[in-house]
């Protein structure tokens, strides 16, 4: 079983920032990719930032310039550093990765979401 932990969200003025960060742990031998989605009310999960399994990464056209995805790979955290937050950025965050386990058999895990909301 692989936990995913998300923590980092809440209220925030239009133009301010947030950072959010999402720790793995449990029976993990590798993570291939790991990142960030959003889904706000009414519309589909979509991606916000993450990194592939080839360790580059991929950003929204949204956030490209605002938003920045890092990750410490000793503790199997990514982070998502947001900058200029606009309303539209408003949504539930969900952390997702994908790995093998222990057992050399591939997971694909979602935290449980945390809520930002950006408002004046």
């Known amino acids: 079983q692989v936990q995913l932990v998300e923590s980092g969200g809440g209220l925030v003025q239009p133009g301010g920032s947030l950072r959010l960060s999402c720790a793995a742990s449990?029976?993990?031998?590798?993570?291939?990719?790991m990142g960030w989605y959003r889904q706000a009310p009414g519309k589909q999960r979509e991606l916000v930032a993450a990194?592939?399994?080839?360790?580059?990464?991929n950003y929204a056209d949204s956030v490209k310039g605002r938003f920045t995805i890092s990750r410490d790979n000793a503790k199997n955290t990514v982070y998502l550093q947001m900058n200029s937050l606009k309303p539209e950025d408003t949504a539930v965050y969900y952390c997702?990765?994908?790995?093998?386990?222990?057992?050399?058999?591939?997971?694909?895990?979602w935290g449980q979401g945390t809520q930002v909301t950006v408002s004046s």
């Open positions: 997702n990765a994908r790995g093998a386990t222990m057992k050399h058999q591939d997971f694909a895990s």
């Open positions: 449990g029976n993990i031998f590798s993570i291939y990719a």
């Open positions: 990194f592939n399994s080839g360790g580059s990464t």
